[in-house]
């Protein structure tokens, strides 16, 4: 008997079998990260670096932090809760997620309630038509000796009323059998976009600090060089007026009045571009940070020396950089979510089973529901598209080649990150020798100017040779300033190349 019962239930077991070990297949290829400049990868430090002067070391992410700029931390912290365009990127994310949790859900059953109630009255001509073929038995049943019987059918048939009332009441699923994977390939999917949408706020992140910190750098510099402009302004000024006196006493001749009213309007000229400069990165804080034009005039009037840089800069290997690198995850997701499309579209070829199934009552009034009105409906379905025309093989043909520009794209965007930091690391370790220049002649211009006015007190050269010394002397104050806003931009750069900024970065308000 036993023995009987498990021969039964054999095919059961093996209906019940096929389906869950088909569900774990899954067609197409899995994603997995391709290996690009393994040289690089494989190597302690980045090619540039021994010659930026920087420490092999991981770098801190909130990088400007660094700087030791009060001012600059609060500037980065709003800008990175309140710019419009981070909230954009907030909401493609959040879009991609629930879309995400949506491909999730379609892998389940779905299992929805039906109520209705029907009512119908027949039109008077197929009541007419009922009537007459009571009329017509009855006529029958007279002509066969039976008037009681035709008497008791006209009575019934004409009490007939077609008029009919239906409820209905129930429960209905459906569920798709992913026996071959597309809607858990669409799932991978919506995964792996959701996943570059969090690298792409991620990136704007990165670059938003980045500009942020470049263009207050930019403000401080040039009320810096304003600053130094309106002290040279002063002295030009002087100079002149010292001349003219000399002129006046015959000692100066016209020609050294005009060299040194040139040289005062020359000081006087760079003041505007200077100051327009300084209301121009105003604004663009403002805007950066959410704010209208001029909200920030009184946050930046005070003037503040510039950031030094840290003592160490630290910067890590190449493999660190691919891993952290926004940029990189975002080509990375795209290219997992165009893998995850092949396998869609390969399940076209293959058939689509759904299972659908109705359990509900049926009845002519609600006193009527019991179980001799439940009534139950189970229909496998299925659905295969066995001639397309190629139609599958083009969409096929369409994924790979997709899947093969997002590969080289991945590929260029990491040696392109890769080529971003090298450059950038060259870039900072030229700033620094231009900066070291810088004030060097910085310096040895200041002793000139100083030896060439105690050579004019004593008489021992011209007033046009002063004026030529101290005009050196404005141009290498000038471009140290210079040097030392290219360093800490370049600075900024190396930070950014680096992808740092966005892994301890405040979420954008909604």
């Known amino acids: ?151 008791q059918l006209r009575d019934e048939f004409s009490r007939i009323d077609l008029d009919t009332s239906l409820y209905i009441a129930g429960v209905d699923a459906s569920w798709e059998l992913d026996l071959f ?106 805007l950066m940070t959410g704010r209208e034009p001029g909200a920030l005039d009184a946050t930046l009037a005070e003037d503040r020396p510039m950031p030094s840089l840290p003592a160490e800069v630290k910067v890590d290997d190449a493999a660190a950089l691919i891993r952290r690198r926004p940029d990189i995850r975002k080509a990375e997701g795209e290219l997992a979510a165009s893998s995850a499309q092949i396998g869609q579209a390969l399940s076209a070829y293959f058939p689509q089973v759904n299972l659908l199934g109705t359990i509900g009552m049926g009845a002519s009034s609600l006193s009527d529901f019991n179980s001799d009105s439940a009534a139950s409906v189970v229909m496998p379905f299925l659905r295969w598209s066995v001639f397309d025309f190629g139609v599958n093989k083009a969409r096929v043909a369409q994924a790979r080649a997709g899947h093969q520009a997002r590969l080289a794209a991945y590929e260029g965007t990491v040696l392109a990150a890769l080529q971003d930091a090298n450059s950038a690391l060259t870039r900072f370790g030229a700033a620094r020798e231009q900066l070291l220049k810088a004030r060097n002649a910085e310096a040895s211009a200041t002793r000139s100017a100083a030896l060439m006015a105690q050579r004019r007190q004593a008489g021992a050269s011209s007033q046009i040779d002063l004026l030529d010394v101290q005009r050196q002397q404005l141009s290498a104050q000038d471009g140290l300033a210079q040097a030392q806003l290219q360093l800490l931009v370049r600075y900024v750069a190396l930070q950014k190349s680096l992808g740092l900024g966005w892994e301890q970065a405040p979420e954008p308000r909604s």
């Open 181 to 286: 994977g597309r809607k858990r390939r669409a799932a991978q999917e919506a995964a792996a976009r959701a996943d570059a949408d969090a690298a792409a706020l991620a990136d704007a992140q990165v670059q938003l600090a980045a500009e942020v910190a470049q263009v207050y750098l930019g403000y401080r510099g040039s009320r810096q060089r304003i600053a130094l402009a309106e002290h040279n302004a002063t002295a030009a000024a002087d100079a002149l007026a010292l001349t003219r006196q000399r002129r006046a006493r015959g000692v100066d001749s016209d020609l050294h009045v005009e060299r040194a009213s040139v040289q005062l309007e020359q000081q006087q000229a760079q003041l505007a571009p200077l100051r327009a400069q300084a209301t121009e990165a105003r604004d663009q804080l403002a």
């Open 1 to 151: 008997m036993a023995r009987h019962v498990s021969r039964s239930l054999l095919p059961i077991s093996l209906g019940l079998a096929l389906p869950l070990t088909l569900a774990g297949c899954m067609l197409g290829p899995d994603h997995v990260r391709p290996e690009v400049a393994q040289g690089a990868v494989a190597q302690p430090a980045l090619p540039r670096a021994a010659d930026a002067g920087v420490m092999p070391a991981t770098p801190p992410s909130q990088w400007w932090r660094q700087l030791d700029d009060p001012v600059l931390d609060q500037l980065i912290d709003d800008a990175l809760r309140n710019s419009p365009n981070l909230r954009a990127a907030q909401a493609r994310l959040l879009a991609s997620r629930g879309l995400q949790r949506q491909r999730r859900a379609e892998q389940l059953p779905s299992v929805g309630a039906v109520a209705g109630y029907t009512r119908i009255n027949p039109p008077d001509v197929l009541v007419d038509d009922v009537r007459q073929v009571g009329e017509s038995a009855a006529r029958v049943a007279e002509s066969n000796g039976r008037p009681q019987e035709a008497a």
